[in-house]
Nanobody, 132 residues
Framework: QVQLVESGGGLVQAGGSLRLSCAAS????????MGWFRQAPGQEREFVAA????????YYADSAKGRFTISRDNAKNMVYLQMNSLKPEDTAVYYC?????????????????????????WGQGTQVTVSS
């Protein structure tokens, strides 16, 4: 069973930066895409960013473009989300997620990378709080 563990959340002032990390273990698939989602209190979990298997395909929500950067290190089984110029509206629990591309090869990742049900495994989340 794949386990994803997020870290790096915390309290930061508006305009500040945080780097979230996601460590993966227990993989059985060798080809997978990764995503970050977030969920604010009382709201639906929403897509933030995604990255394909080799890192060549990267996608961002409009709210993240120009401020957030997703990256991955397959050798270390890690994925990262660098968040700059943080705003109070970025306050949420941030979740790392993994999509097994071999199991889902009938659907191109580029077609639904933003959908929660595209992903097979989820971390427990890390809280990010941005104060004004």
């Amino acid at each position: 069973q794949v386990q994803l563990v997020e870290s790096g959340g915390g309290l930061v002032q508006a305009g500040g930066s945080l780097r979230l990390s996601c460590a993966a273990s227990g993989r059985t698939s060798s080809i997978f895409a990764m995503g970050w989602f977030r969920q604010a209190p009382g709201q639906e979990r929403e897509f933030v960013a995604a990255i394909g298997w080799k890192g060549g395909s990267i996608y961002y929500a409009d709210s993240a473009k120009g401020r957030f950067t997703i990256s991955r290190d397959n050798a270390k089984n890690m994925v990262y989300l660098q968040m700059n110029s943080l705003k109070p509206e970025d306050t949420a629990v941030y979740y790392c997620a993994e999509s097994d591309l071999l199991r889902r090869q009938s659907t191109r990742f580029s077609s639904n990378y933003f959908a929660k049900d595209r992903y097979d495994y989820w971390g427990q989340g890390t809280q990010v709080t941005v104060s004004s």
